[in-house]
């Protein structure tokens, strides 16, 4: 047994002890989207109770930790804030929260990210559904030897964003009158935003969005079996595509002003189950 499988082992052991039940499904909010949810039965707790590495902050992410009960038989996890890349985590740390999760018996993972949009006609403040995904982060959390329980050691990323739960967030987006747009995400490493020529690029190759999040997760979460679906927040168009400058407090900004849209849809579809 490898060092993440113990640390994963004493996560397990240590949530048992707590006594909060096993989830249904995994939420991780994205930059400036950590917005309240159906009322939380259990916590906050700060996300470094839930994790075996130090947190360290990150402007817009809270990192805190709610167990939900959208559903009567769904609890459902929900992190306020994730661990980037970015910011020195090795994969396997971005994705801990996802594998303890799926350890724990969650089925679903859903996620909310901030995004630069690459389509002139795309908007600050739109929600955009991602149905496919680029790592170009250069990471990917299944080198190595992962646990053959865990999953197959090659597994197929065809309906990485599961169609079924696609079609049921456009569902209850449209039920409560909220624009949804659709899109390929393109993941990089960041922190720094890209250049014009980058995006010039992400352009030719087929994406929509762009982000420095996300597609480690996801790549964990089909690992293990989870239903993932995940939506962007158009927080700025990307270089080159505006002369506009990027900054972060952009992306905060567009994620308060948008946040009530998030909060109804993702609340919509919880309870839906």
Not at 188 to 202: H, K, Q, V
Request: hydrophobic share 40%; glycine share 10%.
């Amino acid at each position: 047994m490898d060092q993440r499988e113990k640390d994963l082992q004493q996560a397990v052991e240590q949530w048992h002890r707590r006594g909060w039940p096993k989830p249904w499904g995994l939420v991780i909010s994205g930059s400036g989207l950590a917005v309240d949810l159906t009322p939380p039965t259990h916590g906050p707790i700060p996300l470094a109770e839930l994790l075996p590495f130090p947190v360290r902050s990150v402007v817009g992410h809270p990192h805190s930790v709610e167990m939900l009960l959208p559903h009567p038989e769904r609890p459902v996890l929900y992190l306020r804030g994730r661990v980037h890349a970015y910011q020195g985590y090795d994969p396997d740390q971005v994705v801990f929260p996802v594998r303890l999760a799926a350890l724990l018996g969650a089925k679903v993972l859903i996620m909310t990210n901030a995004a630069g949009g690459l389509d002139p006609q795309s908007h600050p403040g739109q929600l955009s559904l991602v149905r496919d995904h680029l790592n170009l982060s250069g990471l990917n959390p299944l080198r190595g030897e992962p646990p053959a329980e865990w999953g197959p050691r090659f597994p197929d990323m065809t309906a990485a964003y599961d169609p079924a739960l696609r079609r049921k967030i456009f569902a209850a987006a449209s039920q409560l009158g909220i624009e949804l747009g659709e899109g390929v995400y393109a993941g990089l490493a960041g922190p720094s935003y890209e250049t014009p020529a980058e995006i010039r690029m992400l352009q030719v190759i087929g994406a929509d969005l762009v982000g420095m999040s996300t597609v480690l997760e996801v790549i964990a979460g089909r690992h293990m079996g989870l239903r993932c679906a995940v939506i962007s927040l158009i927080t700025n168009l990307a270089a080159g595509v505006t002369d506009e400058p990027l900054d972060h407090e952009e992306v905060l900004h567009f994620g308060r002003a948008a946040a009530t849209d998030v909060q109804r849809l993702l609340n919509k579809v919880l309870a839906e189950g």
